[in-house]
């Protein structure tokens, strides 16, 4: 294992809502994603997701409320929760997620991606 320089990792990519895996332990993974726009509504049904803002304002769209993140700040959707993702300008950020998890959940979208890319 070697020092992992997150900033550096972002220049190695400049594709929108598309996870890049940087390492895996304890059957979970942190992925880092540049995200502007909107994603789509989806849950998952067995694994909470923590969202951590790098650079940028996120705001996480619940059915009842909305979260907005800023640079520094992380948030944890409780499994079975529905929420979309909703970046104003192109944030980037950090994902904690279990290695089973799918990237629209319960939904199949355009943008799904079935299997993150390593980097």
Same mark, same amino acid.
Request: glycine residues 4%; negative net charge; aromatic residues 4%.
């Given at each position: 294992m070697s020092v992992i320089n997150i900033q550096e990792k972002f220049k190695l990519f400049s594709d929108l809502w !598309?996870? +890049?895996k940087i390492v895996e332990l304890n059957g979970q993974q942190i992925l880092l994603a540049k995200l502007k726009g909107e994603f789509v509504f989806h849950k998952h049904d067995n694994e909470d997701e923590l969202f951590m803002v790098i650079k940028g304002s996120l705001d996480i769209e619940l059915r009842d409320k @909305?979260? @907005? #993140?800023? =640079?520094? =700040?992380f948030y944890i959707v409780p499994k079975g929760v529905e929420h979309k993702p909703i970046a104003k300008e192109e $944030? /980037? %950020? $950090? #994902?904690?997620e279990p290695l089973s %998890? +799918? /990237?629209t959940g319960d939904v199949v979208a355009d943008i799904t991606v079935e299997t993150y =890319? !390593? %980097?």
């Open positions: !598309s996870p +890049k @909305t979260i @907005t #993140l800023n =640079e520094g =700040e $944030v /980037h %950020i $950090v #994902l904690f %998890i +799918k /990237h =890319e !390593s %980097i």
